[in-house]
Each structure stands twice: as C-alpha cells, then as structure tokens.
Nanobody, 117 residues
Framework: QVQLLESGGGLVQPGGSLRLSCTASGSDYPLAIMGWYRQAPGKQREMVAR?????NTNYDDSVQGRFTISRDKNTVNLQMNNLEPGDPAVYYC?????????????WGPGTQVTVSS
C-alpha cells in the first residue's frame, strides 16, 4: 500500500517562503510523476507543479518563477518563494505510479498553507 507523507505547510507572511516535502513509500513500481496540487475554499483542485522521472517539470503559470519543484528518488519538494495572497490553500502531494500496463494515482492527505500578515 503506497503512503504519502507530507510536511512543511504553515503560516507565512506575504513575500515569505515555505518548503513542502512529500515522501512516498510502499510502491513496488516506479513513480512516473510526482507533484503538488492545491485547493482553495470554493475552488477546484489545480496542478501547481509536477516532475517526472527524467526531471522534466511543469508549473502553473501563477507560480512560474516563484516556486521550484525538485525530486530525490521518492521524495518531492516544493520550494515556495514570494508567497502571495492567492497562494493559500490545502496543498496535496500527488504521485502517478507506473504499473505494468496501467497507471495508478495516489494523493497525500494535504497540508495547509496560509499567507497572512
């Protein structure tokens, strides 16, 4: 059973920084993609950033240049700099597992990011 352990959320002032981490354990298959999504109250969950096994990255336009995603084996990190009022949300770790002939998607429990002065 794959488990995702998230850490690093919290309260920060506008312009501040936070670093989120997520470690996946229990998978017998490669983790094709690891990433972070976020969901603010009343809004749909949206992709923030993701990284594949080759190190290729994708970012939402709203975080491009401010957030950096990185990966070390089964751990994915999201360095969030210059946090803005639009960034507060519950951030979810996401993993796409490459099975033999299919994919499986797992989600972490979420970690709250709050931006407030």
């Amino acid at each position: 059973q794959v488990q995702l352990l998230e850490s690093g959320g919290g309260l920060v002032q506008p312009g501040g920084s936070l670093r989120l981490s997520c470690t996946a354990s229990g998978s017998d298959y490669p983790l094709a993609i690891m990433g972070w999504y976020r969901q603010a109250p009343g809004k749909q969950r949206e992709m923030v950033a993701r990284i594949n096994m080759l190190g290729n990255t994708n970012y939402d336009d709203s975080v491009q240049g401010r957030f950096t995603i990185s990966r070390d084996k089964n751990t994915v990190n999201l360095q969030m700099n210059n946090l803005e009022p639009g960034d507060p949300a519950v951030y979810y770790c996401n993993v796409v597992i490459q099975l033999s002939t299919d994919y499986d998607v797992k989600w972490g429990p979420g970690t709250q990011v709050t931006v407030s002065s």
